[in-house]
Structures are given as C-alpha cells and as structure tokens.
C-alpha cells in the first residue's frame, strides 16, 4: 500500500504535530488524486445533476478498471454525479468511512489519470463529508449504497480547482471523468463486537459502546513503559506496517486525569466517526505505530503510552510536556 497522509479526527495523534484538532487530509494524502489541501480557497461547487445531454460511454465490470470513451462535443460544466450500477450494501451519510476504486481520465484530452486500479495501487478510504478528498469523490458517493458503480463528470469546481493540477498535468479549466466503484462502508456509529476483558485495576477501565467512550484511571503513578491490551480479541486479519485502517479512538492524558473516574478526554472520534490512518509508517506517535502493527482487525486495545513513545518535552495542546497517555482504540477495518 501507498503511504497516504493520517486523517484521524485527532490530529495530534501524528508525530509532530501541534495537538490542534483538524479534519482535514495533509497535501500529500492521496497520491493517485493529489487531493488540493481543503484549507486551500476553492470555487464554489455546484449542485450535483442525475444527467445530462452528452455523457462518457462506461464499459467493463463492477471491481475492475472501467473502460471510459469520452465524447468529442465539448463538456456542459455541470456536475454530473450518476449511478451505472445500484449497490445493495448500506446507504452513505457524512462521517461513514467508504472504501472505493477509481478510474479517470480528463475530458479535454482523454488523458488516463492514475486510478486505483493502476499496478501498484490500493484502494481509497476516506471519511465522507470532512473535506478529506476532492468534492468529485466527497459528494459522488454521499446517498450511494455499497456495491454502487456512479459515473462522475468533475468541472474544475469540484475536482482540481482553478489551479488544476501540474503533477497530473490537469489544467485549472479541464473538466475530469471519474467512474468510482465503491466496494465497502464503514458506518459513523461503528464500533467493534464482542465480549469486554477485564484488566488489572492498575490499568485505566475502559467503557465503550455505540454512544460514546469513558475512561477511569487508576490513582497510582502511570507504567513506564507501554502497555498495549485487547480488551475485545478481533478476529480479522492482522495489520501489517503501511496498510490503511479505519479506527475509532479516544486519547486522555493519565497525569491530568489521575484518580478520576471519568477521565476528560483530549480527543474522541465516537464525537464524529471513525478515523483513517496508514500505520507503521512514522504517520502516528511512535507508541501507536508500535501497538498497532500486528493487531488483528475487530479488536478493542487500550493502549498506555510513555512520554518518549509520545510526545517527550514537547507539549501540546491539551497535553503536558511529558505526559503518559491512554487510548482506546477500535480496529475497525484495513485495507
């Protein structure tokens, strides 16, 4: 898999980071659609239309690279978003977290844009409605249902903006054909099943469920080294170093936090939805990165983090230079 930037709601997750809590994907985060950074002023989107009077041929199976014949009339500059195949899988709301592929090309000169389905590739996983991807991809899928085909016709507006894309040799006024086959949702409200394990009253009490996280954490001095538990045994694949998994998590700092049976969370994705992250790969704290390769998807962890596996002297907001962490985190899905 392709190292794509971390997207967690919990930026201060990522190593070097300045602990402000932000939604949005870093510049590089998709390199396929070298997605424009969403604090970057972009043209107004306009409103999705089911059709219009010329449209891309598509040609080929759901979950294989689409063949796409584009017109020779020129493109209208509406925003075309239409479904060429009807899933049957749950509908897409904001904060789901969806897995797709994608076929592309640029209308003007029929130029191939590099797609999911090119050698070397993955699949793209992307939380709906935070502004992490383009709004082609964002709003393309929002309403679809899972094992949908949508053939997307992208003004500038809503794919690359009016600064196009020199990379990908996009022009600010090239008009960009997506055909986007989306092959899993993960829902807002996700989390993993299965029977909690006890831990030792040394160690912070999680409880977690569909509505929300708490954690209480022990009176005594926190572990000096990590601590990583399952408290649900997941029973998916296990994580390698640079897959991209879908998470949801909460994070309390355990010095601030000591004695207290409601622990005051710094951060907590059950507020939004899952997160996604690539693991492994330097992208979290270190203790993360550590815990998390070799989990097996489906599992609850609770995780105590050390300073030098988190953020040393170097304070964040919310969180003390020094400080011993905790987190628990959901292993939802990988990809």
């Excluded at 600010?172 to 086959?181: A, K, P």
Aim: glycine share 12%.
């Amino acid at each position: 898999m392709r190292r794509i930037a971390m997207l967690l709601t919990a930026s201060v997750l990522v190593t070097g980071c300045s602990g402000e809590k932000s939604s949005s994907a870093a510049p590089d985060g998709h390199r396929a659609l070298a997605v424009p950074t969403v604090s970057a002023p972009r043209q107004a989107v306009p409103a999705a239309v089911a059709t219009d009077t010329t449209l891309p041929k598509v040609s080929g199976e759901f979950g294989r690279r689409a063949a796409l014949t584009i017109p020779k009339e020129k493109p209208s500059g509406k925003f075309v978003v239409t479904s060429l195949l009807q899933g049957h899988g749950p509908r897409i709301g904001d904060n789901d977290v969806v897995v797709v592929d994608y076929t592309a090309k640029t209308w003007k000169s029929g130029t191939d844009l590099p797609g999911t389905y090119n050698e070397g590739q993955g699949p793209k996983v992307f939380p709906v409605g935070r502004g992490a991807v383009i709004p082609a991809l964002d709003r393309a899928v929002r309403g679809q249902q899972a094992g949908s085909r949508v053939l997307v016709v992208a003004p500038p507006a809503a794919a690359y903006g009016a600064s196009g894309n020199a990379g990908l040799k996009v022009a600010g006024t090239d008009t960009v054909v997506f055909v986007i086959d989306i092959k899993k949702v993960i829902g807002a409200k996700s989390t993993v099943r299965g029977q909690q394990q006890e831990v030792p009253d040394t160690l912070p009490q999680v409880h977690a469920d569909r509505s929300g996280v708490t954690l209480a954490i022990p009176g005594t001095g926190a572990p000096k080294r990590l601590e990583s538990r399952s408290l649900v045994e997941g029973s998916g694949r296990r994580i390698a170093a640079g897959d991209t998994v879908v998470l949801r998590h909460a994070g309390a700092v355990w010095g601030a936090n000591r004695g207290e049976e409601q622990a005051t969370l710094f951060d907590s994705s059950w507020l939004q939805g899952p997160g996604v992250a690539v693991v492994g790969r330097g992208n979290l704290i270190k203790g993360l990165d550590q815990a998390l390769v070799g989990a097996e998807v489906g599992s609850r962890m609770l995780l105590v983090v050390p300073p030098e596996l988190a953020y040393g002297s170097q304070a964040q907001k919310d969180i003390p230079a020094r400080s011993t962490l905790v987190f628990v985190v959901d292993i939802l899905a990988a990809e």
